[in-house]
């Protein structure tokens, strides 16, 4: 599993997460994170904004529902072991 760093965009520090999944849909990226390797461990899906091939990619948290419930279940099918509950 793929360990990355973010940097919050208000300069307050910065977190590690595993990426456990990556995908595109509609031509959006968006990364499936975790901050633990448990099993039960809390996620986030991430979606890529700003500009590609301009350097450091810029990820937001997906709030939107609608968008959060497609992404989830792509995920879902993509990760046949993992149950993702909102």
């Known amino acids: ?5 973010f940097a919050f965009s208000d300069g307050s520090g910065e977190d590690e ?6 995908t595109r849909i509609n031509g959006s990226t968006y990364i499936l ?17 700003g500009t590609p091939g301009t350097g450091d990619c810029v990820y937001e948290i997906v709030e939107d529902e609608t ?3 497609a992404v989830s279940k792509v995920f879902e099918e993509l990760l046949e072991d993992v149950n993702i509950e909102m």
């Open 1 to 5: 599993m793929e360990k990355i760093r």
């Open 17 to 22: 997460f595993f990426v456990l999944e990556e």
């Open 33 to 49: 994170v975790t901050d633990s390797e448990d099993d039960d461990a809390e996620c986030l899906i991430l979606k890529e904004e």
């Open 67 to 69: 968008e959060l419930l």
